[in-house]
């Protein structure tokens, strides 16, 4: 079941906790462009992502590989989400890896999907998918919220777009660094000559990064505020909220 992406999704008025009104009204864009096509995926593909990433959750397969010593050490079949289309098996096994064992994703990987028919920007926009269907679930059950219900898809052809700032780096993927990030890419840093990797990370799909700082703009800070560890927007101190933020990246194994 779907749900249009309009006022009535994301109502929180029964919940136990006050939540900025900015929240929802992120989280009602974020479902909107998820309805869209993208770059390298049509509406209908980016929910089956989203689903994917669902189903990764109670996937039995995802966690016997998890348990493993190697991913590639046994073999299974994953579990099925209800939104499942037509995406390659590649985008369906890279959407459970990336939402459930992360931590050990590797250029192998990455290389062997690109030859099953996921290209690097398929990649990276795959991944962008994930985060944002993570963040507003966690968001959800963090609260003891029911997951909102996925967006209905809306109809387009990707984009193929592929920005030519785009360059190979250390990482598996090319990224757009500061100093390339002109012409249609130069709001991705707001300028700065120096772009950290985890804003970079989904560069080679310039939209995947836009859409992931309106979220982080409300789930964490504003990018504006990140420099300014006096800063009073939240109702708990930086310190505080920093001191939150490494002990989830070290509970989710992040090693940006």
């Known amino acids: 079941m779907g749900t249009q992406t309009g006022a009535e999704a994301f109502r929180y008025e029964g919940c136990d906790y006050r939540i900025r009104d900015d929240i929802p009204a992120a989280h009602r864009r974020t479902w909107a462009r998820l309805s869209a096509a993208g770059s390298w995926w049509s509406g209908e593909q980016r929910v089956a992502i989203a689903g994917e990433v669902r189903a990764a959750q109670s996937c039995r397969f995802c966690a016997e590989r998890r348990e493993a010593l190697s991913p590639s050490a046994i073999s299974g079949v994953h579990a099925s989400a209800p939104t499942a289309s037509s995406l390659p098996?590649?985008?369906?096994?890279?959407?459970?890896?990336?939402?459930?064992?992360a931590g050990r994703l590797t250029r192998t990987f990455v290389d062997a999907i690109a030859e099953e028919g996921v290209s690097d920007g398929g990649y990276v926009e795959l991944v962008g998918i994930v985060v944002n269907t993570l963040s507003i679930d966690r968001f959800?059950?963090?609260?003891?919220?029911?997951?909102?219900?996925?967006?209905?898809?809306?109809?387009?052809?990707?984009?193929?777009?592929?920005?030519?700032?785009?360059?190979?780096?250390?990482?598996?993927?090319?990224?757009?660094?500061?100093?390339?990030?002109?012409?249609?890419?130069?709001?991705l840093y707001d300028g700065l000559p120096v772009a950290a990797n985890v804003l970079a990370a989904l560069s080679l799909v310039p939209d995947a990064v836009r859409e992931l700082d309106d979220l982080s703009s409300a789930h964490y800070l504003p990018r504006?505020?990140?420099a300014r560890f006096d800063t009073s927007l939240r109702s708990i101190s930086r310190a505080q909220i920093e001191l939150l933020a490494g002990r989830v990246s070290a509970l989710n194994e992040c090693f940006y």
């Open 89 to 101: 098996a590649a985008a369906v096994d890279a959407t459970h890896r990336i939402a459930t064992d």
């Open 140 to 187: 959800h059950q963090a609260l003891g919220l029911p997951l909102e219900p996925l967006p209905v898809p809306s109809a387009g052809e990707p984009t193929h777009y592929r920005p030519p700032g785009a360059k190979p780096s250390a990482a598996f993927v090319p990224m757009i660094s500061g100093r390339d990030a002109k012409g249609a890419e130069a709001d």
């Open 224 to 226: 504006r505020e990140m």
